[in-house]
């Protein structure tokens, strides 16, 4: 199993509430809004562009209860975006932090050694204040500070409200963001994890690491870094050698460096959830039926009808907290790189690690039927 520290070891530099966003990179910002509205079943609140007087990008502010989504594509290739799209394709490119005071928690991350991400809008103005600093995470993305507070306008300054044609979709009620992690070379993991310690105050509240069981099967091996208050979470994975080519390092191959793995959206009805999304044409991992012929064996009992998972190939993880349902979308571009996690606590706080060897040896157990193993 996994090590989980519940404790806070960590120290608070500077207030950290809660994320304020996720601002995504794309090759075309109208199209993939089009894909986050009609699958994913996003609002569009905002839009920034050659309309609203900013000539290089167009960015649309996408929301779905406390979730925010900016999808933002460059105009010109000497935009920064564009050669960034070029190195790792469609992907995360800012994951922005709600701040009280956005210059300050940025000079404390550059006084212990962080690095400017080069974004910074100082606005004062008829619509009140608004302030974002930037700091360089891992690989090509960024942490954004975002002080909103005080602004009366449309989501920041450039932006405007939008209109678009209305679409029909199933609404699959996704809450909030449960975590987002980051893929990040071998031999690195360390690094990221002391980053987040150093320069965010963060803890290091689950360790999973070669010696563990599954990381034969998943060949991975991870740090789950936390703010104080448990808002923010934030994986951080790097290769392992297993019993097969690692999916971290085709991640990394694929993206061309660190970069975000996956975004888990929280629900309270995975299985409504679920099957919203499916209707709405999103594809998730492949589970055999012989998944659930040991489920309830590994995780006891839960509230949950094992016949209402089955279909919807809903998978359940157990510690010594509570549980957890879960489903892993398909990679969501063309290259493996970002995909998304669906998640339900019934009283766990992990991840769900004792899926990956469960994932396995059912997929094993379906390979031998056939005769194949
Ligand atoms: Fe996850």
Redesign the pocket.
């Given at each position: 199993m996994a090590i989980i520290t519940t404790e806070w070891t960590g120290t608070e530099y500077f207030p950290i509430s809660e994320l304020s966003h996720v601002e995504f990179f794309v090759g075309n910002a109208k199209q993939a809004v089009h894909f986050y509205r009609s699958a994913f079943g996003f609002q569009p609140i905002a839009y920034s562009g050659p309309e609203t007087g900013v000539t290089d990008k167009v960015s649309y502010v996408l929301k779905q209860n406390k979730i925010v989504f900016i999808i933002t594509t460059p105009l010109k290739s000497i935009h920064p975006a564009s050669d960034w799209l070029k190195k790792h394709g469609d992907g995360v490119y800012d994951i922005a932090l709600k701040s009280e005071n956005a210059m300050q928690a940025f000079f404390s991350c550059i006084d212990r050694g962080a690095e400017s991400g080069g974004t910074r809008v100082d606005y004062k103005g008829p619509n009140g204040k608004y302030v974002k600093y930037s700091i360089k995470a891992y690989g090509d993305t960024i942490h954004s500070f975002i002080q909103a507070k005080d602004y009366n306008g449309i989501w920041a300054p450039g932006f405007e409200s939008v209109n678009l044609p209305d679409i029909s979709f199933e609404a699959p009620n996704l809450l909030t963001i449960d975590?987002i992690?980051g893929n990040v070379e071998i031999n690195r993991m360390n690094d990221w994890k002391e980053y987040y310690e150093r320069i965010f105050g963060f803890t290091n509240f689950v360790v999973f690491d070669e010696d563990d069981i599954s990381t034969k099967y998943s060949s991975l091996k991870s740090r789950v870094m936390r703010s104080k208050n448990w808002k923010v979470k934030f994986?951080i994975n790097e290769p392992a050698k297993g019993l097969k080519k690692s999916q971290i390092q085709e991640y990394l191959d694929f993206n061309e460096g660190a970069g975000v793995q996956?975004i888990?959206l929280l629900t309270e009805n995975i299985v409504e959830t679920i099957s919203a999304l499916r209707k709405n044409g999103v594809e998730f991992l492949h589970v055999p039926d012989t998944y659930y012929d040991e489920l309830p064996s590994r995780v006891g009992e839960i509230k949950e009808n094992i016949d209402d998972l089955k279909p919807l190939k809903i998978l359940v993880d157990r510690d010594e907290e509570g549980y957890l349902l879960?489903l892993f979308s398909k990679p969501v571009e063309d290259r493996p790189t970002l995909f998304f996690?669906i998640?339900q606590r019934k009283g766990s706080r992990g991840?769900?690690q004792g899926n990956f060897q469960a994932l396995f040896e059912s997929i094993e157990i379906e390979q031998a039927r056939r005769g194949n193993l």
């Open positions: 975590h992690v994986p996956h888990a879960q996690e998640i991840f769900g």
